[in-house]
């Protein structure tokens, strides 16, 4: 059982980074899995970055080289660092969380935020 609320996202042109963070309502060293995902209008909800609770990552082709996710478990905060932005990164971008609880998988969203890179 956990929230997320995310944050940092905004305006910014080609080439420009921008960090993500997701905040969760609890410790997030039990999670097992937190990823982001971004959903771009007329287009299906997408897995961007993926983070364990050992810190193995896995990203989508399209970001690999340009966007690191990390976690702190000390501040409950998962990010997204965005860097060589392009176009096509424009997306609401969500955090997610996949918690296994009772031999059953639950995943649990943020509300997103708005990413929009254009010149």
């Known amino acids: 059982q956990v929230q997320l609320v995310e944050s940092g996202g905004g305006l910014v042109q080609p080439g420009e980074s921008l960090r993500l963070s997701c905040a969760a309502s609890r410790s997030i060293a039990s999670i097992n899995l937190m990823s982001w995902y971004r959903q771009a209008p007329g287009k299906e909800r997408e897995l961007v970055a993926s983070i364990t609770s050992g810190s193995i990552t896995t990203y989508a082709d399209s970001v690999k080289g340009r966007f690191d996710i990390s976690r702190d478990n000390a501040k409950n905060t998962v990010y997204l660092q965005m860097s060589s932005l392009k176009p096509e990164d424009t997306a609401v971008y969500y955090c997610?969380?996949?918690?296994?609880?009772?031999?059953?998988?639950?995943?649990?969203w943020g509300q997103g935020t708005q990413v929009t890179v254009s010149s």
């Open positions: 997610n969380a996949r918690i296994n609880w009772a031999g059953s998988l639950y995943d649990y």
